[in-house]
């Protein structure tokens, strides 16, 4: 049957807002529940993938209301930083592919040109996020709650916290190397990719620069592994690279150019004085620091002028690619001519032992490249080698006796005495470089940049990371994996950079107005700012009135408060603390330890954190989609396509929430296929008015075993759980029904009514639409199980008859008969359910066969069949699904086969005949079994 979702959409939605069902109030005589997700940047469209985690926070906070309690669920948008500032210039600049984008995703060609202002970015793309997206999607949200970090209501709560931080003294300046936008200044570098558009992962490497004498020059190479300038042999230089002389600290240094560009950000007086040919430079010697030794510099093309310095310093015996790299030069004649090299001085280079490292001899590089069999420098092993060299003599080197002072010592110990020796004699010096490219959002080249009086909360202090674990192990984290880690990533956790120089949108420090709060540090506390959001919003509070003294009151229950002030208070003690905080996996180790510390930093105890949720990922084709890359199909032409309940139910059971799942269109039809089906399902059972049968009983039996099952599972918010029961089980246990004749209305009604609460929580819309109570399936009551409908009699029914069923057609494969003339199916005998009784109380307690038979057998019954209770026994403890779901009587099984004759019978389209086995010569009648029929065809 072909149903219109749009339609259905909008009906409900306009009805969901007409009543006001997300607006949240105080109802002393309810719990509450308060959940947020984590607020979106203002960095582009949405794409699908994060309506993933969005969709999960609204399927948990409609089950919560389900379950009487009042909830709150507002939302907001994340617009600090420079995310508005670049997508406003890239207008500006008449970016065509950014223009095709905006007009691609809906924007009307008469708003193009107002987008050029990045305030108005942020409110575009606020209406965006609301009206297309979450609302199109069934959210329902307290919206009155609405707040983004760049308003200046929001900003009066933001310098709040830190003047709570600084009289707490978890405020502190200090030098730091940041990473930094030449043009909007520090930025951060991590996976959520907050301020920048590629290399989130990218990690603050910090070399030593080895400086080699080469005439009155220093050629700088960066290395780091200090520790093995023991073991160097020659210098890589690539032939084709862009090098520069620099006058640094008076020296005159030569490194690459993109180098000396970077090492202006970190050092005063960096001049550039000219360019130095590379090609000049390969074939002299260089003056090695410490050791002392001339060692000859090679051309190599495999060094990259953007990492680094440019230049490499080769210690072969003990770097795999040194070692394949020397290797294949000294047997290429050809290569040396070319560099006019002197050949018998490169096939002169010797290997030097510097490291003693378990399960390796004088030369590992040599070992691990012959054992891997390497024999280019492309060769994709190297990089697996490095690893495990590295690794070996991370945790087992001993430098060797020709390593000067530091021999005997182990790698770790000896690189920082090393470096620390070479930096205060001059012969080294320290440069900071990020592992990848990392591009800022304006498309700007991220460099490491030093600032001397760089603003931080210290997330370092002892007390602050104590009191933070301990209140992580009183929450709900999921997944338990990150619940386990998470006392470790707090241990981890040091100083944050917390406030930023340069142009950037965002709360000016309340210290000095120079500085903006970076994006993570102004997204800690903000759960709590909901709270008084609503009342800016209603026009009560103006942000002039949001003093420290009110967020004092409000927030810590400190000085007195009058009006809305005590309104505000009120409602904060009632809906605080909150209860989930949902986010992708990105924020594990970015905004969740912070937004934990912050509020026990902050806030009293009772306010603190009750729990987090992360959500993976919904990758396209093997990587993370990008919002500000295209992403995937736009939200509004996949919810035309597919339904909104259709994508909800697809994050619902795609996969568990807790790793990453691949978005693919067949998938998604798959799902929007599954609620037709159970839309025409609902249609077919609607017109069903019949007697009451015995198949009532199974179907309100398995209906309250499935509420059991829900609520478990939902006990840890498994909503993969949760649909599996709802759209797929459930859905087979009505066709079941209707197969076997059910047509009882009344009990259809009260099925009906449980399922269509049960859709609610994932697919509202079609939860609506098929329930017939007196108000919103949304605002009615969670289905309680009764458990006096729960039968195992009438199940065990079932399962007899579907057992038969598929015992039927295995008799007919076997035999190769088509259609039969007539089935005859034996009950089994009357001992045997006495048998399987015991059995079945016995094998919760042991499986060993001979304490089984000593129990079986001091039943007086069952000594006369001695060998015939050894073979079943046996043959049950070897398949326990040999065992019905409850053991009835022989009587109880009769009467339900008799029963289901007629339905057996226009199955198999011939007579079927129910006989007990002990009252049949047939030798098929001695197979008959309790829960298993023996069966015969002719």
């Not at 502190?172 to 920048?196: L, N, R, W």
């Not at 290997?351 to 590992?364: A, D, H, N, R």
């Not at 009604?749 to 329930?771: A, D, G, Q």
């Not at 007919?812 to 059995?839: D, R």
Request: hydrophobic fraction near 35%; aromatic fraction near 12%.
């Amino acid at each position: 049957m072909a149903v219109d979702w749009s339609s259905i959409q909008k009906k409900w939605q306009d009805k969901w807002a007409e009543a006001e069902l997300g607006k949240a109030s105080i109802k002393k005589d309810k719990e509450k529940f308060f959940m947020i997700f984590a607020y979106p940047g203002i960095s582009g469209f949405l794409h699908v993938g994060h309506m993933r985690g969005f969709s999960y926070t609204d399927a948990i906070c409609r089950y919560e209301r389900l379950n009487g309690k009042e909830v709150l669920f507002p939302v907001g948008t994340h617009a600090s930083g420079n995310q508005a500032i670049a997508f406003a210039n890239k207008v500006k600049n008449n970016d065509k592919d950014w223009i095709d984008y905006l007009l691609r995703n809906g924007c009307p060609q008469e708003k193009i040109k107002e987008l050029e202002d990045p305030h108005k970015i942020i409110e575009y793309f606020n209406q965006v996020y609301i009206n297309d997206y979450w609302k199109k999607f069934g959210f329902l949200c307290d919206w009155d709650r609405f707040t983004c970090t760049t308003l200046p209501d929001y900003e009066k709560f933001i310098q709040w916290q830190f003047k709570k931080l600084q009289r707490k003294d978890l405020l502190t300046q200090k030098p730091y190397f940041a990473t930094a936008c030449p043009v909007h200044g520090p930025v951060a570098v991590d996976p959520s990719e907050t301020d920048i558009s590629k290399g989130g992962n990218a990690e603050k490497n910090e070399y030593t620069l080895l400086k080699f004498k080469l005439g009155n020059d220093r050629l700088v190479a960066a290395t780091l592994r200090p520790e093995t300038m023991y073991g160097q042999t020659n210098l890589w230089i690539n032939p084709e690279g862009h090098y520069v002389r620099v006058a640094v600290d008076g020296e005159d240094w030569i490194m690459s150019r993109l180098a000396a560009d970077k090492l202006k950000f970190q050092k005063d007086d960096v001049i550039l004085k000219e360019d130095v040919d590379p090609k000049k430079l390969i074939g002299k010697f260089a003056a090695a620091p410490v050791i002392e030794r001339e060692i000859l510099i090679l051309p190599a093309s495999f060094v990259d002028p953007a990492v680094g310095s440019g230049i490499v310093t080769s210690v072969p015996g003990d770097a795999p690619y040194d070692y394949v790299a020397l290797r294949t030069l000294q047997d290429d004649e050809d290569e040396c001519r070319k560099y006019g090299l002197d050949i018998e001085a490169v096939k002169d280079i010797r290997l030097i032992p510097i490291i003693t490292s378990k399960g390796y001899g004088e030369f590992p590089a040599k070992e691990i490249v012959q054992k891997m069999n390497i024999k280019t420098a492309d060769d994709p092993k190297l990089e697996e080698a490095t690893k495990e060299i590295y690794k070996a003599g991370h945790h087992t080197g001993i430098l060797r006796e020709n390593c000067g002072p530091y021999a005997g010592k182990r790698t770790e110990e000896a690189k920082e005495l090393m470096k620390a020796d070479l930096i205060s004699k001059g012969n080294a010096d320290v440069f900071h470089d990020l592992s990848e490219e990392v591009i800022c959002r304006c498309g700007e080249r991220v460099v490491i940049s030093r600032i001397d009086d760089q603003w931080f909360i210290r997330y370092s202090d002892p007390e602050l990371t104590e009191r933070s674990k301990e209140q992580a192990k009183e929450m709900r984290i999921f997944p338990q994996e990150y619940a386990e880690n998470m006392p470790s990533v707090l241990d981890w956790f040091g100083d944050r950079a917390c406030a930023r120089l340069g142009n950037w949108l965002g709360s000016k420090f309340p210290f000095d107005d120079r500085w903006t709060v970076e994006p993570i540090s102004d997204s800690t506390l903000y759960p709590a700012y909901y709270i008084v959001s609503k009342f800016v919003n209603q026009g009560k509070l103006k942000a002039d009135d949001l003093t420290e003294e009110f967020f004092d009151y409000v927030f810590l229950g400190e000085g007195k408060g009058e009006g809305s002030w005590k309104e505000v208070r009120e409602e904060f003690d009632y809906f605080y603390p909150l209860d989930i905080n949902l986010g992708g996996k990105e924020h594990k180790t970015v905004h969740f330890p912070v937004f934990l510390m912050n509020h026990v930093a902050i806030l009293p105890e009772e306010k603190w954190p009750r729990g987090i949720f992360i959500n993976w990922w919904v990758t396209g084709k093997g990587s993370k989609i990008s919002k500000s890359k295209g992403g995937a199909e736009p939200i509004p032409e996949a919810m035309e396509k597919y339904g909104v309940d259709a994508m909800r139910l697809y994050y619902a059971h795609i996969g568990s929430p807790h790793v990453d799942v691949v978005w693919t269109e067949e998938t998604v039809i798959n799902y929007k296929n599954a609620l037709e089906r159970i839309y025409t399902l609902a249609q077919d059972l609607r017109q069903l008015d019949g007697k009451k049968g015995s198949i009532d009983d199974w179907l309100l039996s398995r209906v309250n075993r499935r509420i059991q099952a829900v609520d478990e599972a939902m006990k840890q918010y498994d909503l993969r759980t949760l649909a599996s029961e709802v759209y797929y089980s459930f859905y087979d246990d009505l066709r079941w029904y209707i197969r076997r004749g059910g047509e009882n209305k009344a009990v259809i009604k009260e099925v009906f009514s449980i399922w269509c609460r049960l859709m609610n929580p994932i697919t509202p819309h079609l939860s609506e639409e098929l329930y017939e109570g007196n108000t919103f399936a949304s605002e009615s009551e969670w289905p309680a199980v009764d458990k006096e409908k729960i039968s195992g009699q009438a199940e065990a029914g079932e399962e007899l008859v579907k057992e038969c069923m598929d015992g039927m057609r295995a008799v007919l494969k076997l035999a190769k008969v088509e259609k039969p003339q007539k089935f005859t199916l034996f009950v089994a005998e009357a001992w045997l359910y006495e048998l399987f009784l015991v059995l079945s109380k016995e094998i919760k307690v042991t499986r060993n066969i001979g304490e089984i038979m000593r129990t079986v057998l001091e039943h007086e019954p069952f000594k006369v069949k001695g060998k015939d209770v050894s073979r079943i026994v046996t043959s049950v403890l070897k398949d326990v699904s040999k065992l019905p779901s409850q053991v009835t009587s022989q009587e109880a099984e009769l009467q339900v086969l008799q029963e289901a004759k007629r339905f057996l019978e226009a199955e198999f389209s011939c007579p079927v005949e129910v006989v007990k086995a002990d009252e049949s010569d047939n030798l098929k009648a001695r197979s008959a079994m309790p829960g298993r029929a023996g069966i015969v065809a002719e």
